[in-house]
């Protein structure tokens, strides 16, 4: 029998729907939230509000484009948490309501398991390869910098993590320190195309372990802009493409010095990526080229994948439903990390 799965992501601030058969996608829907550019970040009350308005839209298209009536779905898949406290609350008060009216099971879903098995996606040709286990996965989002032993579906194991502030945060701190607008990863990453990687060097962090480390890099960013403003106004304009190719090069150069050092010490050569920064041009090309000079098995998830989605939450309620790991009307969504 073919299991068909509404995913529903409510962590931040991406309203996203999505169905799936078995693992396979049929639609992919996300509403993002161009309000909080404005304020130069999430603003939680802004995002719980516009997620109210675009989950009705958002969940009827992505059935839609699905082409299936909400009486064949299996089973509700939603994000439980790590997230904004008010955004999860939407979307897990809607999929327990709609579980509930159609007699169907419920599936919890932890957003940062759900980055990583986004690489057990299926495109409609089942063409595309997919990691065997155990396999690294270096997780780096807007929250969160992870590097995870994954040694089964819900079998993971976090080596390594920021201490303090995540990759993304970092692309987007910048970003702002220069003037571009939120979200500025993308934006960093486009500028940065034309940069010279080598003109600035910013200080790298000294971190035990697998651990990472980015609010001093974040500081010395501040700090040298804020010395070179001093001598010239224009020093951003005049350099922003360098600045945003440096900046990039730096937390590049953090963030793959510790999954080289991951894959020596745990011998796994099978290595993934996921999450937001995960669509960073720069880490995807440099990924490749480890793939050549380390003889690693590289996985790089699909652009509409690496970003939140719902569906790496509808594949990940596919193999929970496999494991019959249903959820209950009662769970109360999680702000915090855990799994
Ligand atoms: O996974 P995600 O959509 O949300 C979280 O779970 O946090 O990640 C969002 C983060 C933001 O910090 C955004 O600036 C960053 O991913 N990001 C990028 C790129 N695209 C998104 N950072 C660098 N280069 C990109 N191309
Ligand atoms: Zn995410």
Redesign the pocket.
Known sequence: MQLYILGIES??D?TSAAVIADDVILSNITASQDIHALFGGVVPELASRAHQQNIIPVIHTALQKANISKNKLSAVAYTRGP?LLGSLLVGASFAKAFAMGLNIPLIEVN?LQA?ILAHFIRGAEKSNSVPVFPFLCLT?????TQIVVVKDYFDMQIIGQTIDD????T??KA?KIMGLPY????L???LAATGNPDRFSFSKPNVPALDFSFSGLKTSFLYFLRDRLKENEHFIDQNKADLCASI?KTILDILLSKLEKAAMETGIREIAIA???S?????RSRLEALRHDKGWNVFIPPLAY???NAAMIAVTGYFKYLNKDFANQSDAPYARSRF
């Open positions: 962590s931040c991406d997230g957003h980055h780096v989002s807007g929250g969160h995540a990759a993304g945060e692309f987007d970003a979200p500025g990863g993308p960093v990453d486009k990039q999450g937001g920064v669509a960073n041009s720069g880490l690496t970003t939140d």
